[in-house]
């Protein structure tokens, strides 16, 4: 079985082995982070006390176990929708009545 390396900026949650009790988590994994993109991020939130993150995830089987394939970006933000083009102003001076 060959070790699963996951990309920068993405993670995996595995199912939980070791849950024993309800405060145990139901799966466990790890989110590997680049450097530049958390020191892009930091500096995006200047003056914030937090930092939000989009993460998205994908139900995958990976070495034969089910898991949660997660990947980290920069939130989505609706572009500003344009203005209404406006209509042509029609030129009514050829019109014979």
């Not at 405060?23 to 914030?48: A, C, I, N």
């Not at 995958?60 to 609706?78: F, T």
Request: charged letters at 25%; hydrophobic letters at 30%; one cysteine or more.
């Amino acid at each position: 079985m060959s070790t699963y390396i996951p990309k920068p900026n993405t993670g995996t949650l595995w199912p939980n082995d070791y849950k024993r009790t309800e405060q145990h988590p139901d799966k466990r994994g790890d989110l590997v982070l680049d450097r530049e993109f958390l020191r892009q991020m930091l500096t995006k939130t200047t003056g914030q006390t937090t930092v939000t993150l989009q993460i998205s995830g994908w139900a995958k089987l990976i070495n034969g176990k089910d898991c949660l394939s997660m990947q980290a970006s920069e939130p989505y933000v609706k572009p500003d929708a344009p203005a209404a083009p406006r209509p042509a102003l029609v030129d009514d001076s050829d019109i014979p009545f």
